[in-house]
């Protein structure tokens, strides 16, 4: 073949990262908004929209991802790559663009949330078929010896896609009022409008690339595949490949992804009660530091082989997820900043008939602030010469809410989610080489997305919902919610360690 | 290593129904009109049985590969898929 390998890899790279950032991007504000989409298209108490609301977020994630791997995946080895993931592109920007102009259930009732669950559906379905496409583009494209490093740029876009999505929901919110940004035609859809000129961009970089020169050589020599999903999936060599690819890497990468950069915003937040944009702010501040290591993780894995760090990702998981979960807690118990010197910056009494609410807001000497709300109930009423006395029963179970830390334990948590998602890059920097290192290019699309997105949208994407479950079944630990991933990232290391190889497949033209 | 490998497969092919057996309780367990959590649900239950069937099946078919040899020597190239 005449295809010199690193001939314009860097402008591959790019044209190929930027559409799957956006990607990335797209689907997550959906998910970042969930509550003022639920206020705007899907009104409490109203069965019907309810269940559209239910089917939005777990058909999308779990039915319609898979689904969309096989559908693309399939394109993809039928009629090429490069058309394939301008195609999801398109579907994906245009229907998240979509999202931000339908009207709301005030306006037209029943038909927006149906719209709503409609534009989801596609964006799923999208997203099913766009990782598959570019690590198999970018793959098909680099040299055997940098597979790894050049495949890990593709890696860093589903982290980048969630540092864009929640960088541009901030400016956002920060430069209006919450009504503002809440109303029907606020706010909140500008993130959506955002996306169509991204997804522009995007499209007109990906005009100018030519197809996938593995694949091309391929349809010169009319060897492509026939019926991919068959050779895929009904063939045992290969599909015992499938298995091993879902069972001993995949499976695992997707928990510890999502334990790591959506699990532990979601845990600080409602958990333990830490502020809205504090929450955030310090996942952003570890996805900046953390990003890079994909790019040396993928580098690495080009000198000593995918698998063990891979398998070292999860394991690392595996042993430091209770501990640091258990700081988490312990530093954000408001109990115990009680014990320090505090100074009330306000405190408000409401009274009710049969109790009194009373909010204190307290701050401590290092910055570090928190409000406590307490209800305490009025057991009796008297009245002694037209003076009201009230006896309580003092809440001895107080909440408390938007805990901001201080300077020194606010770097303490992003150093700890940092360690988090720096367990994501060496789970998840590898897989894309690994993936594609596994199938033949015939049928390379097909076979490796499915396993992926069971991995990550399955096994990743279902996380707080076995969280919740396991946290409702057994009440007592705080922190059981997190023997999802660990027994999910323990099971697969197990079964990569024995079952994978560490040999780099250095051919793959094949 | 390659009977470790087969013995393993026994443990694939017996988790399988066992998660499937486990979600289905849960769902038994859990689904409640009253309740408002997403477990409380149906719909979430039958989407997640429903993906999850498939992928058990498959970790059985995986069990039964390792039990019979299949992983003892993966393939190299293509042309020995």
């Known amino acids: ?510 | 290593m390659n009977t470790i490998k087969k013995i393993m497969g026994i443990a694939w092919i017996t988790i399988a129904p066992a998660i499937i057996y486990i979600l289905v309780m849960g769902a038994i367990h859990n689904i409640n009109d009253a309740g408002t959590k997403d477990i409380n649900k149906p719909i979430p239950w039958v989407i997640i049985i429903t993906i999850f069937t498939p992928i058990a099946l498959g970790l059985m078919i995986f069990g039964y590969y390792a039990l019979t040899g299949e992983y003892d020597k993966p393939p190299e190239r293509s042309d020995e898929l």
């Not at chain 1, 000129?197 to 492509?224: D, F, H």
């Not at chain 1, 910056?345 to 009274?351: A, G, L, P, R």
């Not at chain 1, 701050?363 to 570090?368: F, V």
């Not at chain 1, 109930?377 to 003092?394: F, G």
């Open chain 1, 1 to 510: 073949m005449a295809y010199k390998p690193e001939k314009g890899i860097g402008k591959i790279i790019f044209s190929s990262s930027l559409g799957t950032l956006i990607e990335w991007y797209d689907f997550y504000i959906f998910g970042m908004l969930a509550k003022t989409i639920s206020i705007q298209f899907f009104p409490e108490g109203n069965s019907s929209a309810a269940l559209l609301s239910t089917l939005a977020i777990f058909a999308a994630g779990f039915l319609v991802r898979p689904f969309g791997a096989l559908f693309f995946g399939r394109l993809g080895d039928l009629v090429g790559r490069k058309y394939t993931f301008l195609l999801t592109l398109i579907l994906m920007g245009a229907s998240t663009f979509l999202i931000g102009l339908v009207p709301g259930y005030k306006t037209i009732g029943l038909a927006a949330p149906l719209l709503v669950l409609l534009l989801r559906l596609i964006q799923g379905l999208a997203l099913g078929g766009e990782y598959g496409g570019a690590a198999t583009y970018i793959a098909e494209h680099a040299p055997a010896e940098k597979r790894g490093y050049y495949t890990s740029w593709i890696q860093t876009t589903a982290t980048l896609g969630l540092f864009v999505a929640l960088g541009i929901i901030l400016l956002v919110k920060a430069n209006m009022s919450e009504v503002a940004f809440n109303a029907e035609w606020g706010g909140w859809r500008y993130p959506f409008w955002v996306s169509i000129l991204l997804v522009g961009l995007s499209i007109y970089i990906r005009l100018k690339m030519k197809e996938s020169p593995m694949y091309a050589a391929l349809k010169a020599e009319g060897a492509t595949s026939i019926n991919p999903i068959k050779e895929s999936f009904g063939h045992k060599a290969n599909f015992k490949m499938v298995l091993l690819a879902l069972f001993g890497a995949v499976m695992g990468q997707g928990v510890i992804w999502y334990t790591g950069q959506f699990y532990a915003q979601s845990f600080l937040e409602n958990t333990c009660k830490v502020d809205f944009i504090q929450s955030r702010s310090i996942l952003l501040w570890a996805i900046a530091f953390a990003t890079p290591f994909f790019l040396f993780f993928g580098w690495l894995s080009d000198k000593i082989g995918r698998k063990w760090i891979m398998l070292a990702g999860m394991l690392l998981g595996v042993i430091f997820y209770r501990p640091i979960f258990s700081i988490f807690l312990k530093d954000t118990d408001a109990k115990e900043w009680k014990k320090q010197d505090l100074v009330i910056i306000k405190s408000d009494t409401i009274h009710l008939v049969l109790s009194d609410s009373i909010t204190t807001k307290y701050k401590n000497y290092d910055g570090a602030k928190f409000i406590e709300i307490k209800k305490d109930t009025v057991t009796n009423i008297q009245n002694m010469n037209n003076v009201i006395i009230k006896t309580y029963k003092y809440d001895v179970k107080p909440r408390y809410i938007n805990k901001e830390f201080g300077r020194k334990r606010y770097i303490k948590f992003i150093f700890l989610v940092w360690i988090m998602i720096i367990f994501v890059t060496m789970a998840y920097s590898p897989i894309a080489a690994f993936l594609v290192e596994m199938f033949p290019t015939k049928i390379r699309y097909t076979s490796m997305s499915l396993p992926y997105h069971i991995g990550n949208g399955v096994f990743g994407g279902l996380v707080p919902f076995i969280a919740t479950l396991l946290a409702t079944t057994f009440t007592k630990d705080p922190l059981v919610g997190l023997w999802y991933p660990i027994g999910v990232a323990f099971l697969c290391f197990i079964i990569g360690a024995f079952y994978l190889t560490n040999k780099i497949n250095n051919d793959v033209n094949d």
